[in-house]
């Protein structure tokens, strides 16, 4: 039973370049959570999917978005990178419900120079 | 809006020896509490949670956590450690009133542990 997948594993922009990330979520589950993990500090919310809609967003700015395909997997994307938008982004896989568990991807390394 | 802190940036212990992470969250009521694990290049692994009742939660890999409202805290334990227990240990809060249902993490507490 596949865990939640993420691609590319690495992956580095330059400055006000556009970059997606993609996420296939664990078997069975239909919710699909983003996080942004900056060096040395815990992950940051930026939004949830469900049903292919965004459900709950975090603090982040528009120049993040995302999509949900029928197939439940989501995609990440960030327009006009941002030094500051080097972090490792994080997908997370669930039910739908309040506070169900939550299966982490190994995670997207950013660096934007 | 809640919030969580771990006073611990980082914390050496050796080999078998007990292990007790901090963890102090800022709510208006009861939250709901979470440890994760990650390991180096892996993402997240919950390890335990607290949602209401018996407030000594048992986790997995030999982990619990004991929930203290007096003192806002949610310290996670473990008897006797063990080399593979090394990594990085998040405390994390979800706020159950309302419609925000994500979770905000701490920024983490990384155990070393000697041999």
């Known amino acids: 039973d596949a865990g939640v997948t993420q691609s590319p594993t690495h992956l580095i922009k330059t400055r006000g370049q556009q970059v997606t990330l993609r996420c296939s979520p664990k078997?069975?589950?239909?919710?699909v959570s983003w996080y942004q993990q900056a060096l040395g500090q815990g992950p940051q919310f930026i939004f949830q999917?469900?049903?292919?809609?965004?459900?709950q967003r975090g603090n982040f700015p528009d120049r993040f978005s995302g999509h949900q395909f029928p197939n439940y997997s989501s995609e990440l994307n960030v327009n006009a990178l941002l030094l500051g938008d080097s972090a490792l982004y994080l997908c997370?896989?669930?039910?739908?419900?309040?506070?169900?568990?939550?299966?982490f991807g190994n995670g997207t390394r950013l660096t934007v120079t | 809006a809640q919030s969580v802190t771990q006073p611990d940036i980082h914390i050496t212990v050796s080999e078998g020896a007990s292990l007790e992470l901090r963890c102090n969250y800022s709510?208006?009521?009861?939250?709901?509490l979470f440890w994760y694990v990650q390991s180096p290049g892996q993402g997240l692994q919950l390890l335990l949670k607290?949602?209401?009742?018996?407030?000594l939660v048992q986790g997995i890999k030999g982990f619990e956590a004991e929930f203290k409202r007096s003192q806002s805290s949610f310290n996670l334990r473990k008897p006797s450690v063990h080399w593979s227990d090394a990594a990085e240990y998040f405390c994390a809060v979800g706020a159950p009133l309302g419609s925000a249902r994500q979770l905000t993490f701490g920024s983490g507490t990384q155990l070393t542990v000697l041999p």
């Open positions: 997370a896989s669930s039910l739908q419900g309040a506070f169900p568990p939550l299966h």
């Open positions: 999917y469900y049903e292919e809609e965004e459900r």
């Open positions: 607290y949602f209401s009742g018996d407030t």
């Open positions: 709510y208006g009521a009861t939250p709901y």
């Open positions: 078997s069975g589950h239909d919710t």
